[in-house]
């Protein structure tokens, strides 16, 4: 595993369930998403972001492919895909069962192991892509984005700001003014490293794992035990390893193997939790003191984490999906099970 090589292209297991659902106006633009706002509303049942129907016309005045929000088939069952660019890369959103606080529906890349975080909400997402194109100096690139961001765009951003902004470099704004993103900081780390600066390397690492930040999400503590690593401060590495793989194995970033082996556990893991869904395994959480709701749940996020170290998504669908109906989450089973 090589250290800063997630880039774009790349929660506890529980906490709150949300089902508010209230109805959004029509967009007057002449390209809108009601397949998506509805699919949202009726299959994942939650609540669609404000801003949905500009950030798929953003999307696609980008280049990429708008495509059906039920075009599930391979994916996490978690995703709701939004787009697809000509590489293939898929831009999507992410549902989660029981959404972390400040993360209620992420826009994230879909890869084989699981997603990689693009942006805590769609209007942050917004707000980076057009910052990045007005950094460019394309004024027909900046204003054909401003046409199909519309109300939002206007809202997020001004055209010009990052110009007159006193410091020219775009990552340092993007963090700022816009909010934090993963490859971003990633990106500051590798800054300070070829500078060999790796006091400030290390620090900005740590500020990465801290829990507020990006809460569920595995990838900040891989990456800071990639980065211990290669200070030399290997028992730190492996401790920090071994806490991204106590989080959703299917957030990590890169495959499971390569966090293991820094964690020295290998296939340890893959075998604990192989033994907490027997029925010995759950007999002993009920003995303890666990609810058969919390085991139903804790068996729906073992399964996502054990589909995600080959990406055999569609092997386990049916059995997470009857986890969720057995916590009482039927409308978060119907979502995982759905396929066109």
């Not at 194995?249 to 293991?260: D, N, P, S």
């Not at 669908?317 to 409308?331: N, Q």
Request: proline share 4%; aromatic share 8%; charged share 25%.
């Amino acid at each position: 595993m090589k250290i800063g090589g997630g880039v774009v292209n790349g929660a506890s297991r529980a906490t709150r369930h949300g089902r508010g659902i209230s109805s959004l106006s029509a967009c007057s633009s002449s390209f809108s998403s009601p397949e998506h706002i509805s699919f949202i509303k009726n299959v994942a049942a939650a609540q669609p972001p404000q801003h949905l129907s500009h950030l798929l016309r953003l999307l696609k005045a980008r280049g990429q492919s708008i495509i059906s929000p039920g075009a599930k088939q391979g994916l996490i069952p978690l995703a709701i895909p939004l787009a697809k660019s000509s590489s293939g890369a898929l831009t999507a959103l992410l549902r989660w069962p029981t959404a972390p606080p400040g993360m209620e529906m992420p826009v994230v890349e879909i890869q084989k192991h699981g997603v990689w975080l693009l942006a805590k909400n769609v209007d942050q997402f917004i707000h980076r892509i057009l910052v990045e194109e007005d950094a460019n100096n394309s004024l027909e690139g900046i204003d054909k984005l401003f046409r199909a961001a519309g109300e939002a765009g206007e809202k997020l951003y001004k055209k010009g700001n990052f110009i007159k902004w006193k410091n020219s470099d775009i990552d340092v704004y993007l963090l700022r003014q816009v909010g934090l993103f993963p490859d971003v900081i990633e990106r500051k780390v590798m800054h300070h490293f070829a500078k060999g600066d790796h006091v400030s390397a290390l620090v900005t690492g740590e500020f990465y794992t801290k829990k507020e930040h990006f809460p569920g999400f595995a990838r900040p503590f891989v990456f800071n035990a990639e980065l211990l690593l290669r200070v030399g401060r290997n028992l730190e590495a492996k401790d920090a390893a071994r806490g991204a793989l106590k989080l959703p194995w299917w957030t990590l970033g890169c495959r499971y193997q390569e966090v293991a082996q820094i964690a020295h556990w290998e296939d340890k893991q893959i075998k604990y939790i192989k033994e907490k869904m027997t029925e010995e395994g759950k007999q002993e959480d009920l003995n303890k003191g666990k609810g058969p709701t919390q085991i139903a749940l804790d068996e729906a996020a073992f399964l996502l984490d054990l589909a995600s170290v080959e990406g055999t998504w569609d092997e386990y669908v049916e059995r997470i999906a009857e986890c969720y109906k057995e916590a009482g989450l039927h409308d978060v089973a119907a979502f995982v099970s759905y396929r066109e």
